[in-house]
Nanobody, 122 residues
Framework: QVQLVESGGGLVQAGGSLRLSCAAS????????MGWYRQAPGKQRELVAA???????NYTDSVKGRFTISRDNAKNTVYLQMNSLKPEDTAVYYC????????????????WGQGTQVTVSS
């Protein structure tokens, strides 16, 4: 019923910037929290940043001051602006959304995007 499509990953040198986007589509009634997670090779998936519908945000300590999460509720889209990138930021980045969707009633489920690779070279 709902799809999340990410874009914006790529290869960048240390100190550079990238902007990730994630657009949700489908039978959406509303979206609660949207977030970005990442998973590096051999490591567990971790929360990078999250934003509530009202705009409150939280970040993992390692990205505070460098990454900014934002959302456009009218477009059901969440963004992650990543500045001052470091090699340790290299990972597959996944979008996540807590979605209320419409079938014959309003239901709630959690969705993941397909992931986008971010590679930071030293």
């Amino acid at each position: 019923q709902v799809q999340l499509v990410e874009s914006g990953g790529g290869l960048v040198q240390a100190g550079g910037s990238l902007r990730l986007s994630c657009a949700a589509s489908g039978s959406i009634f509303s979206i609660n929290v949207m977030g970005w997670y990442r998973q590096a090779p051999g490591k567990q998936r971790e929360l990078v940043a999250a934003i509530a519908a009202g705009g409150s945000t939280n970040y993992t300590d390692s990205v505070k001051g460098r990454f900014t999460i934002s959302r456009d509720n009218a477009k059901n889209t969440v963004y992650l602006q990543m500045n001052s990138l470091k090699p340790e930021d290299t990972a597959v980045y996944y979008c996540n959304a807590d979605v209320f969707y419409v079938t014959h009633r309003i239901s709630r489920s959690n969705y993941w995007g397909q992931g986008t690779q971010v590679t930071v070279s030293s």
